[in-house]
């Protein structure tokens, strides 16, 4: 009888248990989420111009062709007035939302369900994570490009029903395998950042480990979180930023039907040079930068109230 009651409280103790697991990746997620719309928000205008700038080819009839950040921000409010600036706010929002909240939420949960807590996995599984959240957001992320790099701009409605015209429901998932080289981008953030904030938490300490590890709930002040997304996001844009412009040239109307990640590398670098390659790069980083920064700073910030609203509720 003492067996059977063993069993039956051993089974009891895992729904609570999963349902824990569930909450804390909820919150993470949550975290990650709100950061995204209120950085998305915030840089709108500098997001909009990168993405033209990304998109754009000396080919391209369509693409808009801005000397500069500085250039594109004053061009686009002359010819389309201040609320030109933000064009495709809405959709690039909610693409925002889905996908920041998709990759962090699948990434922790593989990492909570991993029986090995090495920080060495946490760039594979953030990765898997992202692959995970493509398959659900990618038809967000092409509308919201196809938005926002439309010339004349068109809206997330007509932007769909180009997608259609082109291909079909495929057309929804057009350069999947692009994007899921990509995830690399985020999860590589998202690493770098756990990484060097456990840095900091353990020089904080002075040099000793935390007990908890890679969920050590200590917080770091919003410039102590500002400053280390800074350099994770960085190192991350330098090593990826080749991939991003491609990704962008692929998503609008200037990739060529059939074309693949490097083979739009390598017609660009034969049309334009490898200089290219990092057209927009200045945008890229002006953007990037800081708004991955806010973003991560308040994900640090927030995520322990999301944690109290949704773990207290599952514990």
Not at 89 to 99: H, I, P
Not at 150 to 173: C, D, V
Not at 218 to 236: D, I, M, P, R, Y
Request: net charge positive.
């Amino acid at each position: 009888a003492t067996g059977m009651e063993t069993n039956g409280e051993a089974k009891g103790d895992v729904r609570p248990q999963q349902d824990k697991v569930l909450a804390e990746s909820a919150a993470a997620a949550a975290a990650a989420g709100t950061g995204a719309v209120l950085t998305t928000m915030v840089f709108y205008p500098l997001e909009l111009v990168k993405n033209r700038l990304q998109a754009s080819t000396s080919s391209g009839e369509e693409s808009y062709a801005y000397n500069s950040l500085a250039d594109g921000l004053a061009t686009i409010a002359r010819s389309e007035g201040f609320s030109g600036l933000y064009t495709g706010l809405q959709s690039t929002v909610v693409r925002a939302l889905a996908s920041d909240f998709a990759t962090v939420f699948f990434g922790e949960l593989l990492l909570s369900k991993s029986p090995y807590r090495s920080p060495a996995l946490e760039l594979p599984f953030r990765i898997a994570g992202g692959w995970a959240s493509v398959a659900l957001t990618l038809p967000l992320e092409l509308i919201s490009t196809r938005v926002t790099c439309a010339r004349p701009p068109i809206s997330a409605a007509t932007a769909a029903k180009q997608l259609m015209q082109e291909g079909g429901p495929r057309a929804f998932w057009k350069g999947m395998r692009v994007m899921l080289v990509l995830c690399v981008n985020p999860a590589l953030t998202f690493t770098a950042f756990g990484w060097l904030r456990r840095a900091l938490l353990a020089w904080k300490r002075g040099g000793k480990k935390s007990e908890e590890s890679r969920d050590d709930k200590s917080t770091l002040s919003w410039l102590e979180a500002f400053f280390v997304g800074l350099l994770a996001k960085l190192g991350t844009m330098l090593m990826v930023y080749p991939l991003i412009r491609a990704k962008f040239v692929l998503q609008t109307k200037s990739g060529k039907s059939g074309d693949g990640l490097f083979q739009v590398l390598a017609r660009l670098a034969q049309e334009e040079g490898i200089s290219a390659w990092y057209s927009g790069l200045d945008a890229q980083l002006s953007k990037s930068l800081l708004s991955s920064a806010l973003m991560l700073a308040v994900k640090e910030q927030t995520a322990r109230t999301w944690r109290a609203l949704l773990v207290g509720n599952a514990v």
